[in-house]
């Protein structure tokens, strides 16, 4: 089993800037990706980030140049670096971590609320 654990969130003014972090525990063996997705209300989940294996990353339009991600060496915990921010990036923002194996392993963190808003 893997747990994983969000912090970072908050309230934060147009432009600002927030750092989200996400721990890892457990056994993270075969590693198929780690990233971040987001909620807004009446909205679906949709991916912001993720480092794939191998190490390419995959960004939504709407955060490229803005938003970074990056993960430790040990590749027990993922970052999400959010800069320039706007209203609409307003959500709850889960960490995601996919293990291999027949089938696949889902791991989502409990999310934590980040808020635009002057």
């Known amino acids: 089993q893997v747990q994983l654990v969000e912090s970072g969130g908050g309230l934060v003014q147009p432009g600002g800037s927030l750092d989200l972090s996400c721990a890892a525990s457990?056994?993270?063996?075969?590693?198929?990706?780690m990233g971040w997705y987001r909620q807004a209300p009446g909205k679906e989940r949709e991916l912001v980030a993720a480092?794939?294996?191998?190490?390419?990353?995959n960004y939504a339009d709407s955060v490229k140049g803005r938003f970074t991600i990056s993960r430790d060496n040990a590749k027990t915990a993922v970052y999400l670096q959010m800069n320039s921010l706007k209203p609409e990036d307003t959500a709850i923002y889960y960490c995601?971590?996919?293990?291999?194996?027949?089938?696949?392993?889902?791991?989502w963190g409990q999310g934590t609320q980040v808020t635009v808003s002057s």
């Open positions: 995601k971590v996919v293990l291999w194996g027949r089938p696949l392993a889902v791991y």
């Open positions: 457990g056994s993270m063996s075969s590693i198929i990706s």
């Open positions: 480092i794939i294996s191998g190490g390419s990353i």
